[in-house]
């Protein structure tokens, strides 16, 4: 049996590697130990608990406002004295925080392979997302196994000279745990959202939190106080908890009869909420992915992004971040109906609810202990999730 040691920190972690877990522990060839740096304290432990998992592990690193550097640190320090005591045969990290690249380099210093989980996503601009696209290309010099979601992916990594023999396709695993979300959550988690399956409003669930938009932030919420005033549309406004991010949005959009601003979600009531949405305005690199997979028109608040897949199939669209720029886009989804369809029409890119199944036959095959696995090719079985979710019944078998 090999052990796998798990390490995550925030809440997308813990969504796309949630499946994962759970099918490690449910493979006789594994014995997962996930470690949690705590990076993102409260929202990570909401979503564990929506998976009903906890970490065996767990740092409790956050503090308030630390830095970049500060959050690294104390999760390498931390990171390496558990791994040294561990018995484990691979590091396992997905996408790029902090705790991917102090994970990925805890794991190295202890000579264990590293296994990187959303590997070869590429902007092409270092310095967008801050820090991720770093962060990202860090992390594959020194990963032994890349779990890339899409063709697109796998080619980023060829392309700096990684060995094609070192890269699986998966599909993305958020879609796995998207698939099994769909149908648990039994309401929007928020009193001041208990109206909304009565309320004739089109929705827009709007949200900005990057780094990156932190100095525009007062644009974007204007922008959403805008689409508020049309009497047709409602605007919900799941809040980051980060005080930058808070001391710029709700001077603006307080006060507001169709804006409608809560606390960041549980992950079921959120993918309950996606599903209720009309239109997804945002800046997270989840709704570049969960949105089209949902059929729901997404409007990026971004320049560039490192997932341009969705954005080149039509189901996404970059917007920036000028209020004109996003209220112009978010109008024409609003006012066209053939606009409106042809976005909410296309099948998702980023896979088809095997990612899981992929990703166990991948680190099987790099352990000589099972056949190499068939890549994930968009568009080759129905990708699009938004007749499936009700009722699905699970996460998909490990075969």
Same mark, same amino acid.
């Given at each position: 049996m090999r052990t796998i040691a798990v390490i995550l920190g925030t809440r997308p972690e813990a969504i796309k590697l949630a499946p994962v877990i759970r099918a490690l522990r449910?493979?006789?060839r594994f014995e997962p130990v996930v470690i949690?740096? !705590?990076?993102h304290r409260q929202m990570l432990d909401e979503a564990l608990a929506a998976f009903d998992l906890v970490p065996d592990l767990d740092l409790e690193i956050m503090a308030p406002r630390q830095t970049l550097a500060e959050v690294t640190y104390r999760?390498?320090? #931390?990171?390496?004295?558990?791994?040294?005591?561990?018995?484990?045969?691979?590091?396992?990290?997905?996408?790029d925080t902090a705790t991917t690249v102090a994970g990925a380099l805890a794991g190295f210093h202890n000579r264990l392979p590293v296994i990187h989980v959303e590997a070869g996503l590429r902007s092409g601009n270092l310095h967008s997302p801050f820090p991720e696209e770093a962060n990202r290309r860090l992390v594959a010099q020194i990963t032994a196994l890349h779990l890339a979601p899409t063709p697109g992916n796998a080619g980023n990594l060829i392309r700096e000279g990684i060995a094609p023999d070192r890269i699986v396709?998966? !599909?993305?695993?958020?879609?796995?745990?998207?698939?099994?979300?769909? #149908?648990?959550? /039994?309401?929007?988690?928020?009193p001041a959202l208990a109206d909304l399956d009565e309320d004739p409003c089109r929705l827009v669930l709007g949200s900005a939190h990057r780094r990156e938009s932190w100095g525009h932030l007062t644009e974007i919420a204007t922008a959403f106080r805008e689409m508020a005033d049309r009497p047709t549309v409602r605007v919900v406004i799941p809040l980051h908890r980060n005080p930058a991010v808070r001391e710029a949005v709700l001077p603006v959009v307080a006060g507001h009869p169709?804006?409608?601003?809560?606390? +960041?979600?549980?992950?079921?009531?959120?993918?309950?909420?996606?599903?209720r949405a009309d239109?997804?305005?945002?800046?997270?690199?989840?709704?570049?992915?969960?949105?089209?997979?949902?059929?729901?028109?997404?409007l990026v608040l971004r320049e560039v992004t490192e997932r341009p897949e969705a954005v080149i199939s039509g189901t996404a669209r970059l917007v920036g971040r000028t209020t004109c720029g996003i209220v112009a886009e978010a109008a024409r989804l609003l006012d066209d109906p053939v606009e409106y369809e042809r976005m909410a029409s296309k099948?998702? +890119?980023? !896979?088809?609810?095997?990612?899981?199944? /992929?990703?166990?036959?991948a680190i099987a095959h790099y352990f000589d202990d099972g056949p190499a696995v068939l890549p994930f090719v968009p568009g080759s079985a129905v990708d699009r999730l938004s007749t499936e979710l009700v #009722?699905? #019944?699970?996460?998909?078998?490990v075969v």
């Open positions: 449910e493979d006789p949690s740096t !705590g990076q999760s390498l320090r #931390g990171l390496e004295r558990r791994l040294a005591g561990l018995a484990a045969d691979a590091v396992m990290v997905h996408g396709v998966t !599909g993305n695993t958020v879609i796995d745990a998207l698939r099994w979300a769909g #149908g648990q959550a /039994r309401d929007y988690g928020d169709r804006i409608t601003v809560v606390d +960041p979600l549980p992950y079921l009531p959120f993918c309950r909420l996606m599903m239109l997804i305005v945002s800046d997270s690199s989840g709704a570049e992915e969960e949105g089209p997979a949902l059929g729901k028109p997404t099948a998702s +890119p980023y !896979g088809d609810g095997r990612a899981t199944a /992929r990703t166990i036959g #009722g699905s #019944g699970g996460f998909p078998a």
